[in-house]
């Protein structure tokens, strides 16, 4: 068994249909990075049922699906076939070749098939389940997943073992069988629970269906008394609803002439309103000119005073205090700055004097000195030449002594120094050589870390950022996809199916321009009180010209297409915004927050006179409250709100939202279309940034997984160097220590070598004053004495001439201190001095300047007051008038507002009453309906039906008396059937006899008593007293009572509660059976899986314990159980030393040896339980030239069994395969792969 072929149609980078042919052997599968190549292996893992995104190496399961480049779009699904060769019959299925089929729609759904045939993923996972394939894909080692193999928990270990030794098929069907004991012990616990309750249901069942049988007597007498109570009721009320009902004709026809009188009186209130409104703009505009001109003339008042105080104020000169003068200043700066000159090469010179001085004074002191030590080696001579000679000599000689055994000593702790520094040196040589690798090491390893924290740092905002990207793609492409569809459904609303949309799709008509809707440019918020404004334009179509306008008229009445509204142009092109300058047809002021509705549209063509008309005189409002207030300023306004009502002196429209406009739609068309392509360039963006961040998150992993190698080989390299550091850093500190001991010694000597010198020099010169003649001796002494007294006074003169030379340098300093800036103070004075003089003369010329203006002011207000005092008066006239007016029309609209209010203070009355009237009908006719509901509901019989059959007018027949009746009939009708029988006829012939109600109880009493008189020997009833039978009811409700809850299902549920417990009872012991039979299951299971996974143990630990020493030479490897004792749930470590090391711990091996490691592990599996095939992604890539040998050896071994596909950068795995796939990514960004069989190039 080997994979034959590989197909991929849309998977990953593989957008056009690609085919791998697949060779028994090693398959190599090369390219760059970011070609494709792992994608194969990814396709591998998918098709034979991967559930994992992130396994694929992907975020959501669809990004399998090719996502499109630049140059090609996204595809809808992906498709990957494998084909299989079993001609061996590895697989449990009668095929030599099986195709497994996986297909993924970008919706979410999949498709699976074995052959060509649909199949559950379930099916897949257990048909190459028997071949050691199963879920976790062991045989498939991709990127990254050798450190997983070796991260793993040693329960996971041991299920890459069990997957390689098929136990995982029996494991699941363990898993179901616990998961149906589970379920079933759930099931067992309530049906136990369920017998017992019904068990214990049963006895007081049994008593409740005795009472059923006690009680079934009591209701029927019960049963007819309230139904001939209840008919009585209902006979009364309705009788008496008929009676109220025959009044209603003669108040109807009063309310009718009430509101006839009331709509005149309103007639004569509208018409008097609308002289007030035609009174009262009138008044307005001349109040508001009145205002206007008060303000005016307020202003000029206030502006004349002001400008006279301004007058009176810059009239004065504005005094200018005059400075010291500018030269002045600059001439005393200069003086300034030649005293500080001056005074600079005074304190240069002191200081030359004070050096000289100190020198003089060092040179007099130490003269002093050394006569002082030459007159004191005088005196000791003379004191020894006392003492004596002899004793002086022998304390030379013992002193030389001391010297040169001292200076031997010297010289030998030299000659050992000078060997132990050698060895001090050559260690410390070593050790900070060493030294200086080992920080180099570690501050690689420092950057190391950095870099591989910077790597993965960078790999996460790069993940971050794809993920950001892919979803704000998705989100634009939902929004476009939701824009488009509301483009379209708009754009299909816009088709007309009325007259306008006949006269548009008629390519013969001439002089049509267009829909006004498309036409017409509306700012945006102001849709709503156009349309209104507008009315039936707003659907209406534009023409060019009145003959335009007939011919599409007499089109439409040929044609029977309907009606349609026309917009004539002006004929020549109006402008694009209308000129609210005039636009009405007299001139007049905009109310307050009001907008001219004019103001807010634009046209694109010659119809803008026409549609600007229908705007004339109409202004826009916030909403209804400034509406009228607008109104009552000024009735001619038309006033739209922005919700889209209208309000004029004599018409009102508006409400909830209606069915949308032309206009509408075409306003929500544009913004769905700018929406749409809004969203479709953000998806594009996002599109090419995923490429791009694509191409960084492959570029981040890389280094992420070489900055991790890299680690790894530091951390090698630092143990090596600290342990070689720790020996010589011992070598170096007992060297030191040495050292350090002999110069202490040393210093100890020459300390003691340098006071013995001293001790005999001064013995020598005592020895020697000794040895003079005494009389030389006191001349020495005596010139000596003068010498040091004259030295002394020299010393004395030089410390007193250096002291006089520092107090004339401090002087000098202080002087030029006090006077350091004095110059450029002087300088700065001068300068503002000079702008404040500007200042002043520039403040001088404005405030002259200022006096002419404030003048011409003053003197032009004043012939304003005079002008305006005119238009005041003539205003005031004019606002008097219109006043006058105004009031009488007002007293018109009282008179007749009063006498409709008393008018429709009548109509109200006499409709209160009539309202009055019509409630209490409504509510008799709600008791006769809660009666006749009450029949239904309570007897379940007609309300008609029921009057006719127990009303008051029919006889009353007890319950013991129908009994009786009863039987006399049933006596009859067996009379009658036997004749019947006798004569050849059917007793259908015969009057029917009397039988029970479809419910089980007696026929009416009607029926009863027809039989009793047409037979004359049956027992009759009695009239209807309702007396009597409110005491029957009465009494048959105390018997009800006294009988207690009875349940009159009590008989039929005993019976079925009975049969239910048998058949529970019978299933609870087959569940305690199939129970039984799930445990044994399990016990199997559990054996066999605990068998075949020790085997397969035992036979990996054997192969790891060979492959092991053979991928690390010298080293030492092995499995070990967790859990020894418990073989059904123990866990597997590995334990790994490579040769040289003591460690056993993974984690502290270098990346290449973890590597092999993991290697060591699968191909231990690998051999133990063979696989048809094995699929290996780079797992040679961190390997040297000698391990990747080691490795390629064991994977020829492997080719003798299993197919091998392996993935790889390495020349050495190249050269031991048997066919080549080449992969190459394309400048459209599509996978294309190159084959080659290697034998076919050898035999060439």
Request: net charge negative.
């Amino acid at each position: 068994m080997h994979l034959k072929t590989l197909t991929l149609r849309g998977f990953k980078s593989f957008a056009s249909a690609t085919t791998l042919n697949l060779e028994p052997g090693v398959t190599c599968v090369v390219g760059p990075n970011g070609s494709g190549k792992s994608n194969v292996v990814d396709a591998l893992a998918w098709v034979m049922g991967e559930q994992g995104a992130k396994t694929l190496r992907g975020g959501k399961m669809e990004d399998v699906i090719f996502a499109g480049t630049s140059g090609r779009p996204p595809l809808g699904r992906a498709e990957v076939s494998l084909t299989i060769d079993n001609t061996d019959g590895a697989l449990p299925i009668e095929y030599a070749e099986v195709t497994i089929s996986r297909t993924l729609f970008r919706n979410g759904g999949s498709e699976y098939a074995i052959n060509g045939s649909s199949c559950r993923l379930l099916d897949i996972q257990e048909l190459l389940s028997d071949s050691g394939l199963g879920r976790e894909m062991h045989v498939i080692v991709g990127q990254g997943q050798l450190d997983a193999v070796l991260r793993a928990t040693p329960e996971e270990r041991r299920g890459f073992i069990e997957e390689a030794a098929g136990v995982l098929k029996h494991r699941k069907r363990k898993e179901k069988a616990l998961r149906k004991l589970d379920a079933m012990q759930g099931n067992l616990l309530r049906l136990t629970d369920l017998t017992a309750e019904i068990r214990r249901q049963l006895g007081p069942l049994g008593r409740q269906a005795e009472a059923a049988r006690r009680a079934a007597t009591v209701q029927a007498d019960l049963r007819d008394a309230k139904s001939r109570l209840l008919a009585d009721d209902l006979a009364q009320l309705t009788a008496s609803l008929e009676q109220e009902m025959a009044d209603e004709s003669a108040l109807r026809l009063r309310q009718a002439e009430a509101e006839s009188a009331l709509e005149a009186a309103r007639t004569a209130l509208r018409t008097a309103e609308a002289g007030l409104a035609a009174a009262g703009p009138a008044a307005a505009e001349a109040s508001a000119t009145w205002y206007a001109l008060g303000s005016v003339r307020d202003r000029l008042e206030g502006t004349r005073t002001l400008a006279a105080e301004r007058v009176r104020l810059l009239s004065v000169p504005v005094a200018h205090r005059q400075g010291q003068d500018p030269d002045e200043l600059d001439a005393q700066a200069e003086r300034a700055r030649e005293t500080e000159d001056e005074l600079a090469a005074e304190v240069e010179d002191h200081q030359d004097a004070l050096a000289s001085s100190a020198e003089e004074r060092a040179e007099a002191e130490a003269d002093a000195a050394a006569r002082e030590r030459e007159l004191a080696a005088l005196v000791r001579g003379a004191a020894d030449r006392r003492e004596g000679l002899a004793r002086l000599a022998g304390q030379v000689a013992a002193k030389q002594s001391r010297v040169d055994a001292t200076r031997a000593e010297i010289a030998r702790l030299e000659d050992s120094l000078a060997e132990v520094s050698t060895r001090e040196t050559g260690a410390t040589s070593e050790l900070e050589a060493l030294e200086a690798e080992v920080t180099d090491v570690e501050h690689g390893q420092e950057g190391l870390d950095a870099e591989h924290e910077e790597a993965v740092e960078a790999l996460d905002a790069a993940l971050a950022r794809l993920r950001a990207l892919e979803a704000e793609a998705a989100q634009a492409e939902q929004d476009r996809s939701t824009w488009a569809a509301r483009s379209e459904t708009l754009d299909l609303s816009l088709t007309r199916k009325d007259g306008a949309g006949a006269v548009l799709a008629a390519d013969a008509l001439e002089g049509v321009v267009g829909s006004v809707a498309a036409l017409l440019t509306i700012e945006p918020g102001y849709a709503d009180a156009v349309v209104a404004a507008l009315g039936q334009l707003a659907d209406a179509v534009a023409v060019d010209s009145t003959d335009a306008a007939v011919e599409v008229i007499r089109y439409l009445r040929t044609e029977d297409a309907g009606r349609a509204s026309l917009v004539l142009g002006g004929g020549e092109a109006a402008p694009t915004t209308q000129d609210t300058t005039g636009a009405t047809s007299h001139p007049r002021a905009v109310p307050d927050g009001a907008v001219l509705a004019s103001s807010v549209v634009s046209v694109s063509s010659a119809v803008g006179p026409g549609l600007f008309s229908a705007l004339d005189g109409v202004v826009v409002v916030d909403d209804l409250v400034q509406a009228r207030r607008v109104l009552e300023v000024d009735p001619s306004w038309t006033v739209v709100t922005r919700a889209g009502d209208l309000l004029a002196a004599d018409r009102a429209w508006g409400g909830s939202a209606a069915a949308p406009s032309l206009l509408h739609l075409q306003a929500a068309l544009d913004e769905a279309r700018a929406a749409e392509a809004d969203a479709s360039r953000r998806a594009a963006e996002a599109t090419e940034l995923r490429a791009v961040v694509e191409d960084e998150v492959r570029a981040a992993q890389e280094r992420a997984d070489l900055a991790l190698d890299r680690l790894h080989a530091s951390d090698a390299a630092h143990s090596a160097a600290a342990e070689r550091l720790g020996q010589l850093g011992a070598a170096a500190r007992s060297a030191a220590a040495e050292a350090h001991r002999t110069r202490e010694r040393i210093d100890a000597a020459a300390r003691t070598l340098e006071e013995d010198e001293m001790q005999l020099v001064e013995l020598v010169e005592r020895l020697e004053a000794a040895e003079l003649d005494p009389q030389e001796a006191e001349d020495a002494i005596a010139a000596a004495t003068q010498a040091r007294d004259e030295a002394a006074a020299a010393a004395t003169a030089a410390r007193a001439a250096e002291t006089e030379a520092r107090l004339g340098l401090r002087t000098s300093e202080e002087r030029a201190r006090a006077l350091s800036g004095r110059a450029q103070s002087l300088e700065r004075a001068a300068r503002a001095e000079r702008e404040a003089r500007a200042q002043a003369e520039r403040r001088e010329a404005a405030r002259r300047r200022q006096v002419v203006v404030a003048e011409a002011v003053r003197d032009g207000a004043t012939r304003g007051l005079g002008h305006c005092a005119v238009s005041v008066a003539l205003a005031t006239e004019r606002r008097d008038e219109a006043e006058a007016e105004r009031r009488t029309r007002d007293a018109e609209v009282v008179a007749c507002r009063q006498r409709t209010e008393g008018l429709a203070e009548e109509l109200r009355s006499i409709t209160d009453v009539a309202h009055r009237d019509e409630v209490a009908r409504a509510q008799q006719q709600l008791r006769v309906e809660a009666l006749r509901q009450r029949a239904v509901d309570e007897l379940g019989t007609d309300p008609d039906v029921l009057v006719e059959e127990f009303g008051p007018h029919r006889l009353v027949v007890d319950a013991e008396t129908a009994m009786q009746q009863r039987a006399v009939l049933d006596a009859q009708q067996d009379a009658r059937d036997e004749v019947g029988a006798a004569d050849g006829r059917s007793t259908a012939d015969d009057e029917p006899a009397a039988t029970d109600d479809t419910d089980g109880r007696p026929a009416p009493a009607t029926r009863t008593q027809a039989r009793a008189s047409d037979e004359g020997d049956v027992p009759v009833g009695r009239p209807y007293v309702r007396a009597e039978q409110e005491k029957r009811l009465r009494s048959a409700e105390r018997a009800m009572a006294q009988l207690g809850r009875v349940n009159p299902l009590a008989l039929e549920e005993f019976a079925a509660l009975e049969e239910r417990h048998t058949f529970l009872t019978e299933q609870l012991a087959d569940l305690k059976r199939s129970r039984a039979d799930l445990l044994e299951i399990v016990k199997e299971i559990d054996e066999r899986v605990e068998r075949v996974f020790t085997e397969a143990f035992h036979d990996t630990s054997a192969q790891f314990d060979e492959v092991f020493p053979r991928l690390f030479p010298g080293g030492e490897g092995r499995l070990v159980l967790t859990d020894p004792a418990n073989m059904l749930t123990t866990g597997i470590e590995v334990e790994a030393r490579p040769a040289g090391k003591k460690v056993k711990r993974l984690s502290l091996l270098s990346g290449g040896e973890r590597s092999l490691t993991a290697v060591a592990l699968l191909v231990s599996i690998f051999k133990a339980r063979p696989s048809p095939f094995y699929v290996m992604d780079e797992v040679e890539a961190a390997l040297d030239d000698t391990n990747l040998g080691r490795l390629l050896e064991i994977f020829v071994e492997l080719q003798r069994d299993s197919q091998l596909i392996v993935i790889t950068h390495q020349k050495r795995t190249m050269e031991i395969a048997d066919a080549l796939y080449g992969v190459t990514m394309r400048g459209d960004g599509v996978t294309t792969v190159i084959s080659q069989r290697i034998r076919e190039v050898v035999e060439q």
